[in-house]
């Protein structure tokens, strides 16, 4: 067997090709925590700020809608030409100051007010929605830098594995230990290392150029060991999923900002089946007035009743209620069907987070037994039981195995983190 005429250098260099296992660096003090990286996403995001110039919009809306019951004043100046009696005509100046206050419109400005401020409370869901949408995004690419790092660290760990067997390999092929098939294998196995190495410090770059973009903080992430995100619920249980499903209708933003505008809308829809009945406002006028330009002004003053009944708006108010009660449907419909993703979405997560901790169990269970192989293997190996190719195969197992690993481990972090997030979980987020 050519495992027999191996020098001692060489075995030896081989049986300290083991893998190690990804260790966890110690975090820098400088490294950006979770959190930290959460909360600046979402005070960076422009998304926020549109959300934000929309919560001002709705804010004078309201105010718009307040002060249709308080005092009105109003200055005014005409010049005008006409009859005074029944044979004369004269020229009439006149300034002044009018001053009104509504008394009476069968609550046309309480149905504006309610529905200005169902339509605030919308927006302010919505600067919610996007802080979390910003979060998300966010804590994405933390997982993802993580992630990559730990696949980063298994290949650097095979790179070093093979770059060590081709030394022990190329110090023993004029000696006759070895052949330049063995070279060949292992060297091609090098260079696909070396090659993994490039995409994954790719995706690497990539995370970290996301999630600098995101919080503007070029600080590198901090390091963990152990879970990143708590779950919800640890277990599948009907009454559970429902009782989750039930917080995240109530907690999530999005489904509020719709519920609000539904009822915004069906305010507004009511306040324009009233548009046919009149407005009744008190009014009160102060002028001084001359006619016919004879230059001696006169203090005029008039205090009345002004009722305004439409009768003839050639069916444009008949629109304007159609129009209020489609938007109002087509409210009911949004939140409906919104509601009804949520739901899908939540318990969708939530098997699948289950089963994506059950594959992480079972996937570091496949990992030690990959170890314990390629242990038994690198001992067969030196007493000649097994050849160098056979051990290269159970070498390439192992790191698979590691691989899909970390794959499942930050899988499952990234659906905790949407879940949560959704949820309005935030308090079991580290």
Known sequence: MMGRVFSFAFLTAIASAGLGFIAHAQPRESCLAFEDALNLAASND??????????????????????????????FSRLGVGDRGLVDSQIENQIGVRASQRLLDFGDARLARRAAEEDVTAQQSLIIDAENQAELAAGRAYIEWLEASEQLSVTSERID?????????EALLDQGGSTRIERAEVAAELATAEAFRFEF?????QAAAKLAIATGERSEPCKITGRL???????????????????????????????????????AAEREARNRLPAVDLVGIASYGSQDFQGNFDLETRLGIDISVPILSGRALDARRKRAQAQASRASGDLFSAEREL??????????????????????????????????????????????????????????????????????ERVRLQLNIMTGAHGVMR
């Open 201 to 205: 410090e790719y995706l690497k770059d």
């Open 229 to 267: 995100i708590d779950p919800v619920y640890d277990a599948f249980d009907p009454d559970l999923v429902e009782k989750m499903v039930q917080d995240a209708l109530k907690a999530n933003p999005q489904i509020e900002a719709l519920r609000r505008t539904r009822s915004g809308l069906t305010i």
């Open 46 to 75: 422009p998304g926020v700020v549109i959300a934000r110039a929309g919560l001002q919009d709705a804010e004078a809306d309201l105010e718009e809608a307040r002060s249709l019951q308080r005092p009105q004043l109003s200055t």
């Open 161 to 169: 594995y093979f770059t060590r067997q081709l030394d022990a390999i």
């Open 343 to 412: 739901r899908e979405t939540v318990e969708i997560l939530h098997r699948r987070s289950l089963l994506l901790e059950a594959q992480s169990v079972r996937r570091h269970t496949v990992l030690t037994l990959r170890n314990e192989e390629f242990d038994a293997a690198l001992l067969e190996h030196q007493t000649g039981y097994r050849t160098l190719p056979d051990l290269v195969d159970v070498r390439i197992e192992l790191e698979q195995a590691s691989l899909a690993a970390v794959s499942s481990k930050y899988e499952l």
